[in-house]
């Protein structure tokens, strides 16, 4: 298996466009989750999947942010606005139903300008 | 609320020091506990976890972590660093229950120097 995939790698927008990461998991993997990584806050989780169903999105930090898992295979985080404080890295991980270790992306650097 | 601290945020050694790094969880209810590193430019990676059984567990690159129930900690320990070991280090804690979040700590940076 070729692990966890994220696209794109780096992404630089201006300030007030729409920007969507994508995750593709590990197969059979059913836990799937979204991480924010700044200097400032460190990892923080923002939303996690199992199933394909978001079971807490607590950590998205406002509704200019959303994500979907419409199948087993993909995931999306959309920011929409984005705003230059949303610059971090964003890391997509998953999990086997064993809850055994997540496996990480190489996650996409965000920079909003 | 569900929580994991590390108490160093930077850690400083010089090659063939001792190193340990501490990890406390707050959560009610039987865990697994992990610790990832994350070197430069790169992702996450496993280091060590632990299910149950025996509370020192060893991983990767003579890396070893003790369970202790009482304190609730996960301390990571290695006798003797590397300047190849320069990374930054994640604790990590999920309930012992299908399906979880996995919660990490906000990370202890480690510099060695040769």
């Known amino acids: 298996d070729a692990g966890v995939i994220q696209s794109p790698r780096h992404e630089v927008t201006e300030m007030g466009q729409e920007v969507t990461l994508r995750c593709k998991p590990i197969?059979?993997?059913?836990?799937l989750f979204w991480y924010r990584q700044t200097m400032m806050r460190g990892l923080e989780l923002l939303i996690y999947?199992?199933?394909?169903?978001?079971?807490?999105d607590s950590g998205m930090p406002e509704d200019r942010f959303s994500a979907k898992m419409p199948n087993a295979s993909f995931s999306t985080l959309k920011i929409q606005p984005s705003e230059p404080r949303d610059s971090a890295v964003y890391f997509c991980?998953?999990?086997?139903?064993?809850?055994?270790?997540?496996?990480f992306g190489q996650g996409t650097r965000l920079t909003v300008v | 609320a569900q929580s994991v601290s590390q108490h160093n945020h930077h850690v400083i050694l010089s090659e063939a020091a001792s190193l340990e790094l501490g990890c406390n969880y707050s959560?009610?209810?039987?865990?697994?506990l992990f610790w990832y590193v994350q070197y430069p430019g790169q992702h996450l990676q496993l280091l060590l976890k632990y299910f149950s059984g025996d509370p020192l567990v060893k991983g990767i690159k003579g890396f070893e972590a003790e369970f202790i129930k009482s304190k609730f900690s996960f301390n990571l320990r290695k006798p003797s660093v590397q300047w190849s070991d320069t990374a930054e280090y994640f604790c990590a804690v999920n309930l012992n229950q299908a399906g979880t979040a996995l919660i990490f700590g906000k990370g202890t940076t480690l510099s060695v120097s040769s």
């Open positions: 959560y009610g209810g039987t865990v697994n």
């Open positions: 999947f199992n199933n394909n169903v978001p079971i807490d």
């Open positions: 991980a998953s999990r086997n139903r064993f809850n055994t270790e997540a496996f």
């Open positions: 197969s059979g993997h059913n836990s």
